[in-house]
């Protein structure tokens, strides 16, 4: 029964997932974005630019939500007969929940006309929203949709360099609406969206990878497996210039405990070679469970 039980909590924790950061992004697009014009690409992106322009004829324009989901239905019903129901289910969950999550909330100017706090601000909220929805196995629809229907024609392109030439098109419609100023903004949440998206999904647990070189490999191992309590990998290398056979160890450690494994390899061999680097995240013992 707990087998069960944990086999069905997995799928329900995606989808709750979905539903917050559905509602993260929508927050960010209408109560942030929507209210100074920054239009940062995507189905969003136009359904701001609608919701603009048809304001001389409806009054407050096109719903948000409403230009959001029409403009995802015609391209879903196409990836279903092409890719199949399996494929767009959870992005279909998420879109709608997008659409939704849109007409809920409330229209409230947060960033009262500044576009620093809007660019800024809303470039974090919604990197975090999109870094979960991610996460979860799931897509909002908008561009990303498109991009994959148009790379089974466009073979010799991915589907990232396809979404930039897109988003990039509505930027630039976003620059003859609102003008020079909103959209150099936009670039900037942009860019801050997609550095935030990029730590969430790689993790934010940053830690150490060092290489070291040394004659002395089994004394420096066991320093380091009894002073640091961390595991060591040796691994049979061979110096190009010396020609002798070397044993390189490799040792993962956080951030603090770099600076004594550099002083425990300098007290066993002054002459080793180390070479330390970042690593993004760590799964393991001694880390975070996998």
């Known amino acids: 029964m707990d ?31 929507d209210t100074v014009g920054l239009v940062t690409g995507g189905f969003t992106g136009i ?7 048809t304001g001389f004829f409806y009054e407050g324009g096109i719903p948000l939500w409403f230009a959001n989901l029409a403009l995802n239905i015609p391209f879903f019903l196409i990836a279903l007969k092409i ?37 800024i601000f809303g470039g974090v909220l919604a990197g975090i929203a999109m870094g979960m929805i991610l996460w979860a196995n799931a897509t909002t629809g908008g561009t990303e949709m498109v991009a994959l229907l148009l790379q089974g024609w466009l073979k010799h ?4 360099q396809i979404m ?21 903004y936009a670039i ?19 830690s150490k990878g060092a290489y070291i070189i040394t004659d002395f490999y089994e004394e420096v191992a066991k320093r380091i497996m009894e002073d640091l309590d961390r595991g060591v990998t040796g691994m049979d290398a061979y110096g190009m210039y010396s020609g002798n056979k070397k044993c390189v160890l490799y040792c993962v450690v956080s951030k603090k405990e770099i600076v004594r494994l550099k002083e425990l390899v300098h007290e066993v061999d002054r002459k080793a070679f180390v070479v330390v680097g970042d690593v993004r995240e760590v799964l393991g013992e001694g880390f975070i469970r996998l």
Not at 87 to 102: C, E, N, Y
Not at 157 to 160: D, E, L, N, R, T
């Open 47 to 53: 359904a701001i630019l609608l919701k603009s322009l």
């Open 157 to 160: 392109y991915s589907v990232p």
């Open 188 to 206: 900037v949440a942009i860019y801050i969206s997609s550095k935030v998206t990029d730590t969430i999904l790689e993790g934010m647990k940053f």
């Open 164 to 184: 930039q030439v897109l988003d990039g098109m509505v930027v630039l419609a976003g620059l003859y609406v609102f003008g020079l100023r909103p959209s150099m």
């Open 3 to 33: 087998k069960i039980f944990t086999n069905m909590r997995k799928p329900l924790f995606r989808y709750l997932v979905i539903v917050a950061g559905t509602g993260l992004l929508a927050f960010a697009i209408k109560c942030i974005f």
């Open 83 to 119: 890719k199949g129901k399996r494929f767009i289910w959870r992005t279909g969950v998420a879109t709608v929940l997008l659409s939704v999550w849109l007409y809920v909330i409330p229209e409230i100017d947060f960033a009262a006309g500044d576009y620093i706090l809007a660019s």
